[in-house]
């Protein structure tokens, strides 16, 4: 089995925070990220695909095709956006950087399996030192 990364990368706001609890709680739980106006973070998405490599290419997975699938399932809608107003697949999450990988990760899982491989990691930068791996369970 052969395991292909392609890296994206994209920005967008956010605030992480409960309306059902206190400004102090939300603060207390959350840092810096429950901000009341909002921040941004400076995405890295990798995302990773296994199969053989097809006997006609030598590809898993034609890796511009990977790239557009990215981009059109889920760059296009996060990108200079509000992850809490803008993203209708966000719609009543938490923009928890886990959050956000796990429904990446259902965008992409499907369309992916139509060429003849299979989403095997989203990893998810939120800052140079944060990130979150998802394998789908
Ligand atoms: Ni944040």
Not at 112 to 124: D, G, P, R, V, Y
Request: hydrophobic share 40%; charged share 25%.
């Amino acid at each position: 089995m052969i395991y292909v990364t392609r890296k994206e990368h994209f920005n967008a706001a956010h605030k992480v925070y409960r309306p059902d609890w206190t400004d102090e709680k939300n603060q207390a739980v959350f840092g810096k990220c429950a901000n009341p106006n909002w921040h941004g973070h400076n995405y890295d998405l990798f995302v990773t695909v296994k199969g053989m490599p097809s006997a006609e290419t030598g590809f898993v997975m034609d890796i511009k095709q990977l790239s557009n699938l990215i981009n059109d399932e889920v760059i296009k809608h996060i990108d200079h956006k509000n992850l809490n107003l803008d993203v209708p697949f966000l719609k009543d999450k938490i923009p928890s950087t886990e959050n956000l990988a796990i429904a990446i990760w259902q965008r992409l899982f499907d369309k992916i399996a139509q060429h003849n491989c299979t989403l095997h990691a989203i990893k998810l930068y939120e800052t140079e030192r944060n990130f979150v791996e998802y394998f789908g369970n």
